[in-house]
């Protein structure tokens, strides 16, 4: 019971966000970044596998989020409605990548306003000691998921490190409840492959050592 008046009263707040977002408020705007910045910059970067496009791109969404608010018809929720964005905008920089050279997508040759976003991405609240700790953590699984399908990255980072429902992911890709559940089964299976360790060969009985007498 505890959970359904939470839920009814998370939802309110939801809509009555949205409402002061479609008013044009300043105050709404920046609660809405205070939420949702950080989150989807770091789901973007473990798309894209680099800080300023993954800065790039999180700037577009929100820029996308302010000119559609209006189009929000509620059918799903807000935080469901701004992660389909950040999918489809992630995908358009891929689809555009694969059109030009990496060169052109140097830190340098950006705007000086892209290194102002990326310092807002960092988060203060860790110390040297924790960060290092926790890039050792992700460094091989995000190697792996760089590795997966796009299909299959996406849906795992929903799943698995976004923390999103089963339904929620269905909702932000557009595909049946049915092909999230095997995109993230396979998903997984091909990051399993890429972590564990080989299994060792047993030696040939060709190759075993005589006894030493």
Not at 10 to 39: I, K, N, T
Not at 78 to 105: C, D, M, P, Q
């Amino acid at each position: 019971m505890a959970d359904i008046v939470a839920g009814l009263v998370l939802q309110d707040q939801e809509l009555e966000l949205v409402e002061e977002l479609r008013e044009g408020r300043e105050e709404a705007f920046a609660c809405l970044m205070s939420v949702y910045q950080q989150p989807i910059y770091n789901f973007v970067y473990r798309l894209l596998e680099d800080s300023g496009d993954a800065a790039d791109v999180t700037q577009e969404v929100f820029l996308k989020v302010f000119r559609k608010i209006g189009e929000f018809r509620g059918d799903c929720s807000l935080k469901t409605w701004i992660y389909r964005i950040a999918v489809h905008e992630a995908s358009n920089l891929r689809r555009w990548f694969f059109r030009h050279r990496r060169g052109e997508f140097s830190l340098e040759e950006n705007h000086e306003g892209r290194a102002a976003f990326l310092d807002v991405l960092v988060d203060t609240q860790e110390n040297q000691y924790e960060q290092v700790l926790r890039q050792e953590r992700m460094r091989a699984v995000e190697k792996a998921l760089f590795q997966l399908k796009e299909s299959f990255r996406v849906a795992v980072v929903l799943r698995d490190i976004e923390g999103l429902s089963y339904e929620e992911i269905a909702e932000i890709t557009g595909v049946s409840l049915g092909t999230v559940k095997s995109r993230i089964m396979r998903g997984r299976e091909a990051l399993k492959t890429r972590l564990l360790p080989p299994e060792p060969h047993p030696a040939s009985s060709s190759c075993a050592l005589e006894p030493v007498e």
